[in-house]
């Protein structure tokens, strides 16, 4: 029997790189990266799902420059919004799957309670505007769809909060972080892991009686909560710093004293409940997880 064709988007990207790993074993991976399909041509991403027909699309490529999104909405648009659409529709035209990942930021952020998947959205910016309209266009599709959203997404590759702070900890005696907004940093590794465990199950036999109910948006993210201060105190206390080298000041302040084009909503806590209800997993915690990205980055 032929393994199942995956086409994976963003292939160059944290939670892409990550995915090309943890998706092998399930199918043959068409991993393409913005050169190979550039999500902000509509045309060329519909020419190139068409071209390599698969069973299963995952879609983790974004526009993810919150602040620069502000000045540049149509092409956020266009990668977060269109381009998820016609994925959806071509995954539909194929009878395929389709796994898309969106974002905490498609909520305002009020509160302290943890957001579950069926509470009111109400973007505060431009990217969150455009990545819930990418979440509508594959719900109004009609195809077979798995929305991950999740949180403060970091790893030991591309650009990101964990690379940033753990390079000015060394440049700068002190740094000012926000302490006012409250979320899970997520690993792209437990992402990627994760979704691979939720594909084996929806491709199970054993599965196939229920899965009309599986389809749907989910949160994922690593268990707990922090805050951008919180999670920079974390990453210095796990650290590796030379002897030479005397760690930069953390300094909380609130989000006003760090003002944005983009404004950012102070909770971004998701309940990840239905998650594990439907599929029972639960990402470990994340604090455990970035000592284990450390780990990682540092062999």
Known sequence: ?????????GANGQVGWELRRTLSGLG?????????????????????????????????????????AESEPERARAVNAVAPGILAEEAGRLGALLVHYSTDYVFNGGGTTPWREDDACDPLNVYGATKLAGEHAIQASGCRHLIFRTSWVYGARGSNFLLTMRRLMRERPE???????????????????????VLSQVASP??????????????MTNAGETSWHGFAEAIQALDEFD???????????????????????????LNSDKLER????????????????LEASNK
């Open 28 to 68: 043959e991976v068409a991993a393409l990266d913005s050169q190979a399909m550039n999500l902000a041509d509509a045309d060329a991403v519909r020419r190139k799902v068409r071209e390599i027909a698969p069973r299963v699309i995952v879609n983790p490529a974004a526009y993810t420059a919150v602040d620069k």
């Open 1 to 9: 029997m032929s393994r199942p064709r995956i086409l994976l988007t």
């Open 175 to 197: 740094l000012k972080i926000v302490a006012d907004q409250v979320g899970a940093p997520t690993w792209c590794r437990d992402l990627a892991e994760a979704t691979a465990q």
């Open 206 to 219: 054993m599965h196939a009686a229920d899965e009309a109910g599986s389809w749907g948006v989910y949160h």
């Open 278 to 293: 439907m599929f029972g997993l639960r990402l470990q915690d994340w604090r455990a997880a970035l000592a284990l990205c």
């Open 243 to 269: 002897e030479t080298c005397v760690p930069a000041h953390l300094r909380p302040i609130p989000s006003a004293d760090y003002p944005t084009p983009a404004k950012r909503p102070l909770n971004s806590r």
